[in-house]
């Protein structure tokens, strides 16, 4: 059973020091490299679908938290006002109140519907030292996430595509989902006290995962205070849950910021909301990957892509020349030297990188690279170039498989 605390760690993903404070970890080098491979990839399974980024502050005016319902409902899980200039500032808790101000930052029409704001930004909770752990509950949490603005005619059909979107995602991942959940409110004062929108926007998503044909179990008290989502859920290594990605549709904040659209009627109209989040928290999403692969990350998301191992120090020329042949191609090389140790030693020391070529007198003088897999498999020698296009196929397909 792989523990990603211990895990990251060891592979100098990433570490937390008390001085910086609990549920704040920082990323090495390494884990740098997961994070914004991850990163890069969500960006662009957006834009090929439509989505437009856009960046917004962390902190925002108390009023602002006010008037989307934060306030009253999630307080407990957000830090302490800052003063400053006479006025109330908050680290914000989530991205959507923002998305709805760019919204209406101008006059929309029904012709730029639907709308789909995406953003990889960052968001703060006030967590209890009690749950902090790892990457998978932190404090400061880089989120994925967007909000589709659109009629209520569109509705159904960009809940149905963010959840094909986060399919696609997992598959890239290797990840495999536990289960799909509908959340909906519990009793209490914890959600917005409108029956009728919550009726219309269950009924919505219900429709979605009927007609997708995908089996779902009702959560309830697991809805967001605004409205009901679909959460997928996922499993660690120790046996416990927890949500990565999540569909939700509300329409409750588009009331609480007047936000409205010039139909083709010439009149104003009420945009729904879709939140929508492929990996959620970049963080859980990392903690779940180490643990789920080992550390033996899908090619496109490992540290290092491809290592080089040099027989010698008469091929460390060559194998430099290969490492910058690779980088040219924007691949990840290594060189592991005969400085650091025999070649079983090297090759156990780079056993998690999915590529790995021993340079030899042999390889160099035929322009050849025999490749060892790293599920044990070892290809026959092809030219140097047919290699690294083959890596580099994968690497931008990415790819599950090896080869």
């Given at each position: ?65 006010e008037r989307s319902g934060h306030w009253a409902h999630y307080r407990e899980d957000m830090f302490p006002p800052l003063s400053m200039g ?71 059909e960009e809940a149905r595509g963010a959840l094909e979107l986060i399919a696609a995602a997992y598959r890239a991942m290797g990840i495999v ?51 009901p989502k679909i959460d997928v859920q996922v499993v660690d290594a120790a046996g416990r849950e927890s949500t990565l990605s999540t569909v ?156």
């Amino acid at each position: 059973m792989f523990d990603h605390r211990r895990l990251g760690r060891e592979l100098g993903l990433f570490d937390t020091d008390p001085l910086i404070g609990a549920g704040l970890p920082y990323w090495l080098p390494d884990g740098a490299v997961v994070r914004q491979s991850l990163e890069d990839f969500v960006r662009t399974l957006e834009r090929r679908a439509g989505y437009r980024h856009v960046y917004s502050p962390v902190l925002g005016k108390r009023e602002l938290y006010e008037r989307s319902g934060h306030w009253a409902h999630y307080r407990e899980d957000m830090f302490p006002p800052l003063s400053m200039g006479g006025e109330q500032l908050v680290l914000r808790p989530s991205l959507c109140p923002h998305h709805a101000l760019m919204f209406r930052s101008r006059s929309r029409s029904y012709r730029e519907l639907p709308l789909r704001m995406a953003e990889l930004g960052g968001m703060y909770r006030s967590e209890r030292s009690g749950v902090l752990g790892g990457l998978t509950r932190v404090r400061a949490i880089q989120l994925n996430d967007a909000h589709i603005f659109c009629t209520l005619d569109q509705v159904a059909e960009e809940a149905r595509g963010a959840l094909e979107l986060i399919a696609a995602a997992y598959r890239a991942m290797g990840i495999v989902p536990s289960r799909y959940r509908l959340s909906l409110p519990g009793p209490g004062g914890k959600y917005v006290a409108r029956p009728e929108l919550w009726e219309r926007a269950t009924a919505l998503l219900v429709r979605v995962l009927d007609e997708l044909g995908v089996p779902y179990e009702e959560g309830v008290g697991e809805a967001a205070f605004y409205g009901p989502k679909i959460d997928v859920q996922v499993v660690d290594a120790a046996g416990r849950e927890s949500t990565l990605s999540t569909v939700q549709v509300d329409f409750h904040q588009p009331e609480q910021f007047d936000l409205h659209y010039i139909g083709p009627d010439g009149a104003r109209h009420r945009p729904v909301m879709v939140h929508r989040s492929i990996v959620g928290s970049v963080e859980r999403a990392v903690a779940h990957l180490i643990e789920r692969h080992g550390g033996a990350f899908p090619a496109w998301l490992a540290p290092v892509q491809l290592a080089v191992l040099p027989l010698g120090e008469e091929q460390d020329g060559a194998a430099r020349e290969l490492a910058a042949r690779c980088l040219e191609l924007d691949l990840r090389a290594e060189v592991l030297g005969a400085e650091r140790g025999s070649l079983g030693a090297r090759v156990r020391e780079a056993r998690l990188a999915p590529y790995q070529v021993v340079l030899g007198p042999r390889e160099i003088a035929d322009g050849a690279l025999a490749v060892r897999l790293r599920d044990g498999r070892r290809l026959a020698p092809l030219p140097t170039g047919e290699v690294l296009e083959r890596i580099h196929a994968n690497v931008r397909a990415h790819a599950v498989d090896l080869w």
